[in-house]
């Protein structure tokens, strides 16, 4: 008798978020058949106004996908180096434009604690090597990965899309709704993902505000900066400055339980006073805008198969100010998860 392939598993992933897509794309490639049902695209998400830089900033409990992470997109900034952009064939199913979604940047993290807080230097030395860490008055420089967010999402969109997954856009008030369309089911809602599974009392809101430069081009557009900078050891004074291709992110704030979106002006003051200080060539530079947004913060990350339910679902949310930073390595075992329950997995890929 000839051989046949198993059916596909139909995984419906909520949420469409970096944790969400990165999922979603994963699960796709390791050969199941994916819808992503969501309120809202990824422009429009927490994730959009993200730093991202990779660090795992509020991500208790995320251990076991620290490692996981940065090989994901250490893997990728290596694969946007390889691509030549002078070509308009030579890896046009994977970057859109000139500029890579993912770039290794080197900064600076400012150290005011005795002794510091290297808590994150193990899984950075022992994916990049020793060098990508030194020690200098102060604090440490590193080289890790910064994610360009808004091209990076839109290369996950596409990515997703090219992989087969499919989207809908409409709001999921129950798992009941997604009966006898899915056989398995990942809960990547952010702050909504608790509330779809019952209530989870220990995920709760941590406000950031930021502010947006333009970047310049080290002549009449003011200066160009490159490196990063961060010093967050007072959480209720942390800043960091991002720069990207042409914008630069400066924040910000960790304001716990606070529920409010609007960029409030008194913060915005604050936040340039502490930048200023920090980088003082943000004075030449303008500022295009300000946006605020809240991290989806649990006390540990809730990363697991939930029981109780008619179909396998898997929580996958509560990443707090780390979500990019997580997401890749949590997309690995969300395929793993729904493997066990449904019988077909693998490692994704980035194609």
């Known amino acids: 008798m000839p051989s046949t392939s198993p059916t596909p598993s139909r995984v419906t992933v909520i949420g469409a978020g970096v944790i969400g897509l990165s999922c979603a ?37 995320a251990e076991a996908v620290l490692e996981r ?25 994977d970057f859109t434009d000139d500029v890579p979604p993912v770039q290794m940047r080197t900064g600076m993290f400012h150290e005011r604690l005795d002794p510091p807080d290297r808590s994150w230097v193990p899984p950075v030395v022992s994916v990049l090597g020793d060098d990508a860490v030194r020690p200098v008055e102060g604090g440490v420089r590193a080289t890790l990965p910064m994610i360009m967010t808004s091209r990076y999402l839109a290369w996950l969109m596409d990515s997703c899309r090219m992989s087969g997954v499919a989207f809908q856009w409409r709001t999921v008030t129950s798992l009941d709704d997604l009966s006898g369309s899915a056989d398995a089911v990942v809960v990547a809602g952010g702050l909504r993902g608790g509330e779809l599974l019952g209530g989870d009392d220990a995920v709760a809101p941590v406000r950031g505000q930021v502010m947006v430069f333009a970047n310049g081009d080290g002549g ?8 990063w900078t ?25 304001e716990a339980g606070s529920w409010d979106e609007t960029p409030d002006q008194a913060t915005a003051e604050a936040i340039l006073s502490r930048a200023e200080a920090l980088v003082p060539e943000l004075k030449e530079l303008p500022i295009l805008g300000h946006g605020a947004g809240l991290r989806p913060t649990r006390e540990t990350v809730r990363l697991e198969r939930v029981d109780g339910y008619a179909l396998p679902v898997i929580a996958a949310y509560g990443h707090g100010g780390a979500g990019v930073t ?26």
């Open 25 to 61: 794309h994963d699960l796709a490639e390791a050969g199941h058949e994916v819808t992503v049902v969501a309120d809202h695209g990824p422009g429009d998400t927490v994730s959009a106004l993200a730093g991202a830089l990779w660090f795992p900033y509020r991500a208790e409990g």
């Open 69 to 93: 992470s940065l090989r994901r997109f250490v893997e990728l900034a290596t694969l946007a180096e390889s691509v030549d952009t002078d070509d308009p064939s030579a890896g046009a199913d």
């Open 220 to 227: 009449e557009d003011g200066p160009r900066l490159i490196g």
């Open 230 to 254: 961060v010093d967050s050891d007072d959480p209720t004074a942390m800043t960091y400055v991002f720069p990207r291709e042409d914008e630069i992110v400066v924040g910000g704030t960790a």
């Open 326 to 351: 997580l997401s890749w390595g949590t997309a690995e075992r969300v395929v793993e998860l729904v493997g066990e329950a449904v019988g077909v997995g693998g490692r994704g890929g980035l194609s």
